[in-house]
Structures are given as structure tokens and as C-alpha cells.
């Protein structure tokens, strides 16, 4: 992870430098307009890694003449940006919501929409937890739906045996597309909760929340978890659904990637403008994303779609096919890979 952090720590750095040095020397024509091509993404804190990575790799490739910036505002603070025209691409972990949908027609923004990897919702305990060896949906619905503020606290209320303790919850939020997929696969509805909870768009911050507290419970991406599992306990799930596979299933690559972590696993996308897609730099970067997808999102953590879905989305993309394929309604659970690049 260190080795991993420190080489895309690099690489950042001689990308900027890169590309401060191609404005600054304006040789040739591309060269002198330098400053003008530039790609601008937002949105989700999930999927900000992939983006990220293939960010990067993109900008070593163009040696510096044209720059990516990446932002981190949550699915649902990327999206109002994206339906403003204030940035080209939006990293979301959900499907687009009617109402983004809507202020997109409002101000003439048609989008393109494109799977870019697989993630689960993991749920996480502290280390010192001993008591939680699994949870069901049930389990987790009891502790999350509005109606468990200020009456379900403890963890004694949610299993018999388990302590008098008090329960500390954790998790994205509200502009998080994570959170607006935990509540409808959970709760049954997006972005119904409890709202007595830590809430934050930075999964770092969740993270250290649980790790130093004995008594926490929070979800974020599994990727996430990947990344700091020192310091955190990964909880089993278990649906009541035997065909989806018999009992409390951890998620994981292989659990992700053959449907059977339900219903906490989810595909993840980037939403391009139409307009931004006909400036070059947008087509190149888009096109590389797609073609590198695959490699850069397993390096970082991520479950890859199969190499078929990543040349259909391209396919797609290349004939600027706009509008979403799950009906601008948000998130929806049992999602196959194939509904994916429907169109």
C-alpha cells in the first residue's frame, strides 16, 4: 500500500510539473494552448480513486498538455455541479436520481453514462468488537431506519447477548451516492435514515472514526476497506436470500463479482457531458479511461467489469448514445452486468 501511495504520489508530482513547464515554454501551437485544455470531474469520493489513478497514467501519456483535475463533493455535489455545465465528468456511485435528471434538462446538459467497475458496501466494526461475528439485512434495517433515532442505541437492542453498550454509527454523507444506495438497499428507500449518526463525504475521516472507537459500526466502499484493513473488522452479511449463497457472505472480489454479497454490492460510474465529449481532450481522456479501466480499477482496489463491457461502453461512448439506462430513478438493486450498456 505504502510502495502503491508513494509511486502515484510521484507520478502526481511530474505530472503538475509537466505540465507548468508546457504552458510555461509555449513550443508550438499545442504547446501554447496548453492552459486551455483541461478536463474537469467531480463527484463521487468512491469512485475518486479509479478516476484518479487513470488521471494520472492520462496526463503522463499527454506529457503534460493537458491537465485533469479530480474533485471530491459526493455523487449527489457532483452531479448538481455536472447539471450546472460547471465540470465535464461526474464519478458517481449510484445511478442518476430523477431530480439530477431534471436540472441536466433544464440547463441543456445531455450526459453519457458508462460503468467504469464493480464495489460492495462494506460494513465495518472496530477490532475490538468480539460480539458482531455477522449481520443480517434485518439486523442492519433496525439499526439504520429513521425510526431507530433515539430509541435504538444499544447493541443489546439489535441481537440478545450482545452487551449494554452503547452503538456509535458511522457513514457517507447525504450527498454521498454510497449512502443513497446503503438506505435503498437496506432501509428500502434512498436516503432514508437515521440522522443521528457521524456523518462524512470523506471516507478517511469514517475510517479513523471506527478504528478508534470500540463501539462503532459505519459502511463505506470495500476499497476503502482494502486499504486500511489493520485497522478495521470486515462484517459478513447475510440477505435471508439462500439463492444468492447460504448465509452471512464477506464481501470481496470474487463474492462482488458473482452476485452472491447482496444486496450491498453495486456497479460504479462516470457520467460525461455530450458537449464536453465533442473537445478533444475530453474524447482522448474518456477513450483511455475505458480502454485502462479494467487494469487501473483493480489496482486500486476495485472489482473490473469484463473486457466486454468496457468495449461496449467505449462503443457507446464513441456514438455519444445519451440518457441512463435505469430510468434517471437512482439507485436499484440486482443490477447485471449487461444492463449496464444497454443501449
Known sequence: MMDRTRTR???????????????????????????????????SST???????VAEEFQIEKRGRVMVTVGISGTGGGFKKFCRGEVDIVDASRPVKSVEAALCRKNGIEYIELPVAYDGIAVMVNPQNNWVDHLTVKELKKMWEPAAQGRITKWSQIRRGWPEREIHLFGPGVDSGTFDYFTKAIVGKSGASRGDFTASEDDNVLVQGIANDPDALGFFGLAYY???????????????????GKGPILPSAETVNNGTYQPLSRPVFIYVSKEAASRPEVDEFVSFYLENAGALSAEVGYIPLPEDIYKRALRKFKKRKTGSVFGGKGAKMGVTIHDLVRH
Open 226 to 244: 482494502e486499504h486500511n484493513r489493520d485497522k478495521l473488522k470486515l462484517v459478513p452479511i447475510d440477505d435471508g436470500n439462500d439463492s444468492n
Open 9 to 43: 504520489t510521484l507520478k502526481a508530482v511530474w505530472v503538475i510539473l509537466a505540465f507548468v513547464v508546457a504552458t510555461i515554454a509555449g513550443v508550438g501551437a499545442e504547446y501554447a494552448h496548453a492552459a486551455r485544455r483541461l478536463v474537469k470531474i467531480d463527484g
Open 47 to 53: 469512485v475518486f480513486p479509479i478516476t484518479e489513478a
